[in-house]
């Protein structure tokens, strides 16, 4: 049962770098979510999709951009990273955007920006 | 989405019943009541979720009261792995922030061996 799948799981990066997040998911679910959490805090939603070529900025969008290919991937890009994005970054999926739908979520991308 | 009140805080020992209660006093007539848990250095896990009737599933119970304000997460043996924070929530298919959840500061368990 893999679901939801991050990678990686942990990322150190410096300032002025930049990386992607990779986010897969097998239940071909139309809706796919990017959200960061810093610590004793919620969560904050990034970027949402609603299907493979649409997506939409959430709350926190700046400093971040994503695409979507394909039903079952959902990368998310740092262009330039600052200090302030290191937080834990996670990734879900829904079947659709309904409040009866669940949303299911990767084990999260721990990332420091130093 | 609508306010819910959780308590900061709750102990169990391993193999009882757990009871975890939510407040949501303002709660609308669509409104569906969605339980999620995190696991220290885990993502959020969907557990349960319902609109009137109590729902059971392989991970819990979910009693609703009759008036709807207020519900009450049932883990009816509680084991280690089920320490975590639990999160209630309230999600109505209204308006245009339906598509992020909205965690508050949910009820840390503890269980204890």
């Given amino acids: 049962n893999a679901g939801v799948t991050q990678t990686p799981k942990f990322r150190i990066l410096k300032i002025g770098q930049s990386m992607t997040l990779q986010c897969t998911q097998d239940m071909n679910h139309n809706y796919m979510y990017w959200y960061r959490q810093d610590p004793g805090m919620g969560l904050k939603l990034i970027y949402y999709s609603v299907g493979a070529g649409i997506t939409d900025k959430g709350e926190v969008p700046n400093g971040y951009n994503v695409s979507r290919s394909t039903t079952e991937d959902f990368p998310l890009r740092l262009e330039l990273a600052a200090p302030s994005q290191t937080s834990v970054y996670f990734c879900a999926s829904s079947r659709d955007r309904s409040s009866n739908q669940p949303q299911h979520f990767g084990d999260g991308t721990r990332l420091s920006i130093l | ?113």
Wanted: net charge negative; aromatic share 8%; charged share 20%.
């Fill in chain 2, 1 to 113: 989405d609508a306010k819910t009140t959780q308590p900061n805080s709750m102990e169990s020992n391993e193999e009882e019943p757990v009871h975890l209660p939510c407040n949501h006093s303002t709660i609308s007539g669509t409104d569906y009541i969605h339980w999620y848990r995190q696991l220290p250095s885990q993502g959020p896990e969907y557990v349960i979720h319902g609109l009137t009737s109590n729902v059971n599933n392989r991970m819990a119970s979910l009693a609703i009261a009759e008036d709807r304000k207020s519900s009450t997460l049932i883990l009816h043996r509680a084991t280690l792995r089920d320490a975590a924070v639990y999160y209630c929530i309230l999600r109505d298919d209204s308006g245009g922030s339906n598509y992020k959840l909205t965690f508050g500061k949910g009820t840390l368990l503890t269980v204890n061996p």
